[in-house]
Each structure stands twice: as structure tokens, then as C-alpha cells.
């Protein structure tokens, strides 16, 4: 059986695709929002990157509420045990990233209390007191956490363009077909 036949679920496409638009556009945006200097297209980047990390906390946790309760399909049976588990890792990795990321710019925002306005829709509560030194402290790890982020997606890409061009062994269509 091709692995192509063997899909995931669409809700658990239209997760993946959701998470993968909102990662996607995080990154380049927080890198962005820090090095185009003060003004208003500064302030318009951190709100949009602010609101894509609130966006994605439900959306991961939806996500990962799925993964446990649908069992993804399985990885072919010539796949190499350690690709397996380097698979296997890589989507834990991006998981636990995935809830802890946002989290972390939440914390930093609050304790350097920015507002956090959610699509120019409504505004969240800060969840820390402010205080300058540590929001320093938590946006470096978030700059850190990203760059992570950012290397799971290469090597998560890389290996589902692997899988296509050169195993052609249906994996890349399984997150694919529609």
C-alpha cells in the first residue's frame, strides 16, 4: 500500500496548514519587527506578530488535542529505524516549541507591559509585572526558541522533500491530497 493512501485525517491537514501559514509568517515578522526601527511600521509588525502567536495557542493545542486522539498514519516500512525516530522527535520538538513559543512572548510582553492586541480586535491581559530587566531576559529566550523553530522547519521541510523527490515513496502526499 502507498503511503499516499494511508493520509491524515483533513482536520489534521487543515491543522498542519493553519500551523504551518502562522509559523511561517511569525518568523520573518518577528525578525522584522526588531530591526526596522521605531515608528509606525514597527508597531503595526509587533502587532501582527503578537497576534499570529495568540492565534496559534489554540490552534497547537487543537492540534495536539487531535494528534493524541487520532493516531497519525504510519511511516513506511523501509524507512530506517533512526529516521523513524529523528521523525519522531522533530514532531515532539515542534510541539512542546509550538505551546511554549507564544507563551514566552506573552510573558515578555507583559512584564515589558506592551499591550497585546489580538487583530486589532481585543487586547490581552498582561500575565507577569512589569519589569524591564526580565522582559530583556525572556525575549532572548524567545529570539532563541525561534531560531530553533526556525531549524526544525528546515529540516522538517527538508525531509518532506526528501521523502518526495527522492525516496517518492508518498509521504509528502499524505499531508498534501486534498
Not at 511511516?75 to 520538538?93: K, N, R, S
Not at 506592551?114 to 522582559?135: G, K, N, Q, T
Not at 532572548?140 to 529540516?155: D, N
Request: aromatic content about 12%.
Amino acid at each position: 500500500m502507498v503511503a499516499a493512501e494511508l493520509g491524515y485525517t483533513r482536520t489534521a491537514r487543515i491543522l498542519h496548514w493553519l500551523t504551518a501559514v502562522l509559523v511561517i509568517a511569525a518568523i520573518p515578522a518577528g525578525i522584522a519587527m526588531v530591526n526596522v526601527g521605531a515608528g509606525p511600521l514597527q508597531n503595526v509588525l509587533f502587532d501582527f506578530h503578537r497576534s499570529l502567536g495568540v492565534t496559534l495557542i489554540p490552534v497547537i493545542l487543537l492540534r495536539l488535542v487531535w494528534r493524541l486522539t487520532h493516531k497519525p498514519p504510519p511511516l513506511p516500512g523501509d524507512i530506517p529505524p533512526l529516521q523513524a525516530y529523528a521523525a519522531h522527535a522533530v514532531h515532539i520538538a515542534f510541539y512542546a516549541l509550538l505551546i511554549v513559543q507564544p507563551l514566552i512572548g506573552w510573558l515578555g510582553t507583559s512584564a515589558f507591559r506592551a499591550p497585546i492586541d489580538v487583530w486589532w480586535l481585543f487586547e490581552l491581559p498582561p500575565i507577569w509585572p512589569e519589569d524591564r530587566a526580565f522582559s530583556d531576559q525572556v525575549f532572548e529566550v524567545h529570539e532563541f526558541v525561534g531560531y530553533l523553530i526556525a531549524l526544525l522547519l528546515c529540516a522538517h521541510i527538508g525531509a518532506a522533500l526528501m521523502h518526495h523527490f527522492v525516496r517518492r515513496d508518498g509521504v509528502l502526499q499524505r499531508m498534501w491530497a486534498w
